[in-house]
């Protein structure tokens, strides 16, 4: 059973900057693309960032040009860094990861942004 485990959350005034990682029980480039997802009180959740098994990445709309994300082949982590935070940033962050057709969730962290 594939394991993803979410850390760095918490809380952060808007216009600062918090990394979240999450580490998986398989070397993370078994995966065939992993991604960060959020979920906001009373809303869905939405695909914040991926990266796909050849390095390619993509991002939502709302965090183009704030967030990245990146692998750390060192810590065997995909972490999101997220900077220029905003009170609508403030959600649960998912870590994901899909193996063939199996798709796999970590447990999440809170992020939330506030003065």
């Known amino acids: 059973q594939v394991q993803l485990v979410e850390s760095g959350g918490g809380l952060v005034q808007p216009g600062g900057s918090l990394r979240l990682s999450c580490a998986a029980s398989?070397?993370?480039?078994?995966?065939?693309?992993m991604a960060w997802h959020r979920q906001a009180p009373g809303k869905q959740r939405e695909l914040v960032a991926v990266?796909?098994?050849?390095?390619?990445?993509n991002y939502a709309n709302s965090v183009k040009g704030r967030f990245t994300i990146s692998r750390d082949n060192v810590k065997n982590t995909v972490d999101l860094q997220m900077n220029s935070l905003k009170p609508e940033d403030t959600a649960v962050y998912y870590c994901?990861?899909?193996?063939?057709?199996?798709?796999?969730w970590g447990q999440g962290t809170q992020v939330t942004v506030s003065s």
């Open positions: 398989r070397t993370i480039f078994s995966f065939d693309a």
């Open positions: 990266i796909i098994s050849g390095g390619s990445t």
């Open positions: 994901w990861g899909r193996v063939g057709l199996q798709g796999y």
